[in-house]
């Protein structure tokens, strides 16, 4: 797939402040991608380098294959921009506030009534475009907002805060179109609704203290806590006279991925339930590279005992989010990344020493 969004290496300091910490990511053509992060993150602040409203302090980043730079136009012509604030002018008519947009994209009058008419279209506005702005509903000025980044026909979308302060339907119709344009559209959405990132987006980029802490799809991203696994299982009779938990803890003591039995009981009738501390979550793998499930109906298949039911909790994608993004998280990763590159540097190695004091200076 072409990038039609590469991110490589972004920089960004206010004074102290250390607002983005070698930041990289790719986004593909026809992806919806949520960028997310708690406030303070960052996002803003890649936004606003992607979109050519800010210079980045090191790093470099592409739009449809053009590299971004302020005042570039070849790179702002590739982007539409809904700012999280929408900067409308409230007095004018929804129709001659977009003429008035696709003028200052430097279009002749007949391009810029073929351009209003399709994002009015697009935008389900026909039916308010001779109305002010200011009279508006916030779900159908934010309709407005998201039109005037569609006037210049842009490859790339990037939504700040779409639906932010929309009433549920709202936010349900914002999804619609934003699911609609992304038949045509690269698009790059930050939100806080965590719901609406499920419902919209194939791939979730994460940010927290300025540096990408997941990249992955929201149920990735959900699997990837510890978890409790529930088994339901048939035991032979003549084995359900010795059914010890201790037994059965022990055989569970050896399996790749889980960290313990936390109960065992005999629910009568032939059957068991187990219930197990699983420190690798559902679909995932162990560090033996087998799917931790497999590993578990293994364990029971020795004994002679056959799995009837399997299930999950704890696969939450709103439990990982605030997991992975906690200040206690960050500080477990940069340990981890200062261990790794210790023990990578070879004794005497400046350069390794000189990493690993840098990352230990940043760290907070």
């Not at 102290?16 to 990511?25: K, N, P, Q, T």
């Not at 006037?151 to 009433?167: F, K, R, W």
């Not at 696969?315 to 906690?326: G, V």
């Amino acid at each position: 797939m072409i990038d039609m969004i590469h991110v490589h290496g972004l920089e960004k300091h206010y004074g102290d402040l250390r607002a983005l910490r070698g930041v990289s990511f790719d986004v593909s053509r026809g992806e919806i991608v949520g960028f997310l992060g708690p406030n303070g993150a960052g996002k803003s602040t890649t936004m606003k380098i992607l979109t050519g409203f800010l210079i980045p302090d090191g790093g470099s980043c592409e739009v449809a294959g053009q590299q971004v730079l302020p005042g570039e136009p070849a790179s702002r012509r590739a982007v539409g921009y809904l700012p999280e604030s929408t900067p409308l002018y409230r007095d004018m008519r929804v129709d001659r506030y977009l003429d008035f947009v696709a003028g200052l994209h430097g279009q002749e009058r007949a391009e810029r009534k073929a351009s209003v008419g399709r994002v009015i279209d697009a935008c389900r506005l026909g039916r308010h475009a001779g109305r002010r702005i200011g009279w508006l509903s916030k779900g159908f000025r934010q309709r407005v907002g998201l039109a005037q980044a569609l006037i210049g026909d842009p490859d790339v979308l990037i939504l700040d805060e779409p639906t932010s302060g929309l009433d549920p339907r709202e936010v349900v119709r914002m999804r619609d179109l934003i699911l609609e344009l992304g038949q045509e559209k690269t698009v790059l959405l930050s939100t806080h609704i965590l719901s609406e990132v499920e419902a919209t987006c194939s791939r979730v980029i994460v940010i927290a203290g300025g540096q990408l802490v997941a990249d992955a799809t929201p149920l990735e991203i959900a699997r990837s806590r510890a978890a409790e696994m529930t088994v339901v299982l048939r035991v032979p009779d003549e084995d359900l006279a010795d059914f010890d938990a201790k037994s059965i803890g022990r055989d569970f003591a050896h399996v790749p991925g889980v960290a313990r039995l936390v109960s065992a009981v005999d629910c009568g009738g032939g059957t068991a339930r187990l219930v197990l501390d699983v420190n690798r979550a559902p679909g995932s793998v162990a560090l033996s590279g087998e799917p931790v499930a497999e590993l578990v109906a293994d364990t029971l298949a020795k004994r002679g005992w056959k799995l009837s039911e399997l299930t999950w909790q704890g696969d939450s994608f709103e439990a990982a989010f605030l997991e992975i993004t906690d200040p206690e998280h960050l500080d477990h990763r940069a340990r981890a990344h200062r261990e790794a590159t210790a023990k990578a540097a070879q004794p005497g190695d400046p350069q390794g020493k000189d990493e690993t004091e840098q990352n230990e200076g940043e760290t907070t």
